[in-house]
């Protein structure tokens, strides 16, 4: 990673109201359910601005919330899309198309300075277009066991993606039209396999696909250099997708305070 390197950061707040946001008055979205007293959106943009590495930060949330608290540690906030990729258009724009900017999902309890800056540096080293975090099953379980995700398993092991990627805003075109592909094709095997390839699910099915396999694949799909970044700060990882996740986050964040 070159000496010195400040990131601009985007993190996606937008989202319709779900089950985590219900039981929370006014809130627009999970971003702004707070968990143990600070919203979750309040927390990332905490560990955000903990770190050395993170300079300007754009945060994408529905108008309704743009004079929250909760948004305070934002330099910009910016409208969000009524889908993810034009939430994440609406927070690359204007951005360096070929440096890359740290992208992070607004449900991030936990997230913490050595997990963003960990991921900063993995990111940096792979030189891909986009670096993409996860972490390995047995490294996530020794620190949050019973923490449910979903997980890939792969040649290498069980892996389990971040709430954090990093990629140079020049590819947001080509990774558009890829999530509109598979958006149309996820609940059909024979599309999917027309995607992916039907030699990378076969050997997914069989735990022989590696990474370095998956990379490839998805560099070819998006015409980019696509990297995966393992992480060991498993922080990286936890979010809050389920109503249950609420009281499991308020242990967590607790925990981790009483820490340090």
């Given at each position: 990673?070159?000496?010195?390197?400040?990131?601009?950061?985007?993190?996606?707040?937008?989202?319709?109201?779900?089950?985590?946001?219900?039981?929370?008055?006014?809130?627009?979205?999970?971003?702004?359910?707070?968990?143990?007293?600070?919203?979750?959106?309040?927390?990332?943009?905490?560990?955000?601005?903990?770190?050395?590495?993170?300079?300007?930060?754009?945060?994408?949330?529905?108008?309704?919330?743009?004079?929250?608290?909760?948004?305070?540690?934002?330099?910009?906030?910016?409208?969000?899309?009524?889908?993810?990729?034009?939430?994440?258009?609406?927070?690359?724009?204007?951005?360096?198309?070929?440096?890359?900017?740290?992208?992070?999902?607004?449900?991030?309890?936990?997230?913490?300075?050595?997990?963003?800056?960990?991921?900063?540096?993995?990111?940096?080293?792979?030189?891909?277009?986009?670096?993409?975090?996860?972490?390995?099953?047995?490294?996530?379980?020794?620190?949050?066991?019973?923490?449910?995700?979903?997980?890939?398993?792969?040649?290498?092991?069980?892996?389990?993606?971040?709430?954090?990627?990093?990629?140079?805003?020049?590819?947001?075109?080509?990774?558009?039209?890829?999530?509109?592909?598979?958006?149309?094709?996820?609940?059909?095997?024979?599309?999917?396999?027309?995607?992916?390839?039907?030699?990378?699910?076969?050997?997914?099915?069989?735990?022989?696909?590696?990474?370095?396999?998956?990379?490839?694949?998805?560099?070819?799909?998006l015409g980019v250099?696509?990297?995966?970044?393992?992480?060991?700060?498993?922080?990286?990882?936890?979010?809050?997708?389920?109503?249950s996740d609420v009281?499991?986050?308020?242990?967590?964040?607790?925990?981790?305070?009483?820490?340090?």
């Amino acid at each position: 990673m070159a000496l010195g390197t400040v990131y601009q950061a985007v993190v996606l707040a937008g989202g319709s109201p779900d089950e985590v946001s219900e039981g929370t008055r006014n809130a627009p979205n999970k971003a702004f359910v707070p968990i143990d007293g600070v919203t979750l959106v309040g927390r990332t943009l905490a560990a955000l601005r903990s770190s050395a590495k993170v300079g300007r930060i754009v945060v994408v949330a529905p108008p309704s919330a743009f004079a929250a608290s909760a948004l305070n540690g934002a330099d910009e906030i910016r409208e969000a899309g009524a889908t993810m990729a034009q939430s994440l258009r609406a927070g690359l724009a204007r951005l360096p198309p070929s440096e890359l900017v740290l992208v992070t999902a607004s449900d991030l309890p936990i997230l913490s300075r050595a997990a963003i800056d960990e991921f900063l540096e993995l990111a940096e080293r792979t030189e891909a277009d986009v670096a993409y975090s996860c972490v390995e099953r047995r490294v996530h379980e020794a620190r949050f066991p019973g923490v449910p995700h979903t997980w890939a398993h792969l040649r290498e092991g069980t892996f389990c993606g971040g709430g954090c990627v990093a990629l140079r805003p020049f590819v947001l075109e080509a990774l558009s039209r890829f999530l509109g592909r598979l958006g149309n094709a996820r609940k059909n095997p024979l599309r999917l396999a027309s995607i992916f390839g039907y030699d990378i699910l076969a050997r997914y099915a069989l735990r022989r696909l590696s990474i370095a396999d998956a990379e490839r694949r998805a560099s070819a799909l998006l015409g980019v250099r696509v990297a995966a970044a393992v992480c060991v700060n498993a922080e990286i990882a936890v979010n809050v997708d389920r109503a249950s996740d609420v009281a499991r986050a308020v242990q967590l964040v607790r925990r981790f305070s009483s820490n340090g």
